[in-house]
């Protein structure tokens, strides 16, 4: 099983899964793709910027998310509990079932993100709600990693994009251009967003896609 914590005799994951026993069935479930999301991370961010994960869910990327980007500032921006209560919706293995504490997923990323907790802030809240008190053109790169339905994703594109510096880059999670996969909302969004003319698509690869300002 993938060593989901870090390595080291102070093993916070062993505490939180003795804690949260649906935390470690969640977990151990989940298809991570991490490796492949990671390299593509490194290849498209902008390095020692001002980031945001939209989606953390666990922050089982986070840390990948901050090695490939080295950003002075990552948010880390999820509704947790204000959105889904104390539990979870069963949405299959990922949440044990229904079984998953959204108290869970915030104690793992708090634990994930430690060692560069000075550099990170957690954000509680929807993603529609934080943008706006952004100043334009704030942020370097978004990882967008939330809902994946379409109108949930075209919403949240717009509002990214005002805050977005000139070089700026949006990258997707989970857009699946087969009209039968389950996040095919997402590359709908995506592809009609792009087709306004401000952004275009520069990568789409692992279920990634990379959206920069078109050129003049």
């Not at 490939?68 to 293995?93: C, I, M, N, Q």
């Not at 989970?174 to 095919?184: E, K, M, N, T, V």
């Not at 003319?197 to 003049?216: K, T, V």
Request: neutral net charge; proline residues 6%.
């Amino acid at each position: 099983m993938l060593h989901l914590f870090g390595k080291g005799t102070q093993d916070p994951g062993r505490a939180l899964y003795s804690r949260f026993p649906a935390l470690k069935e969640a977990e151990s479930n989940i298809n991570h793709r991490s490796e492949k999301r990671e390299r593509i991370a490194r290849r498209v961010l902008p390095k020692e910027g001002v980031g945001a994960e939209i989606g953390v869910f666990t922050g089982l990327f986070s840390p990948q998310l901050y090695r490939a980007s080295s950003p002075r500032k990552l948010y880390l921006v999820d509704p947790w509990h204000t959105l889904f209560g104390e539990h979870y919706p069963s949405w299959g293995a990922c949440t044990a079932f229904g079984q998953l504490k959204t108290e869970a997923a915030i104690e793992a990323v708090k634990a994930r993100t430690r060692a560069f907790s000075d550099n990170a802030s957690l954000v509680v809240d929807l993603s529609l709600n934080w943008l706006p008190t952004l100043p334009d053109g704030h942020l370097d790169w978004v990882y967008l990693d939330s809902s994946h339905r379409y109108e949930d994703t075209l919403q949240e594109l717009a509002a990214i994009a005002p805050k977005l510096k000139a070089g700026g880059v949006i990258l997707c999670d989970d857009c699946q251009a087969d009209p039968q996969g389950r996040h095919h909302g997402c590359f709908r969004a995506i592809r009609d967003f792009t087709r306004q003319g401000e952004f275009e698509i520069f990568l789409l690869e692992h279920s990634q896609a990379a959206l920069r300002r078109s050129a003049p």
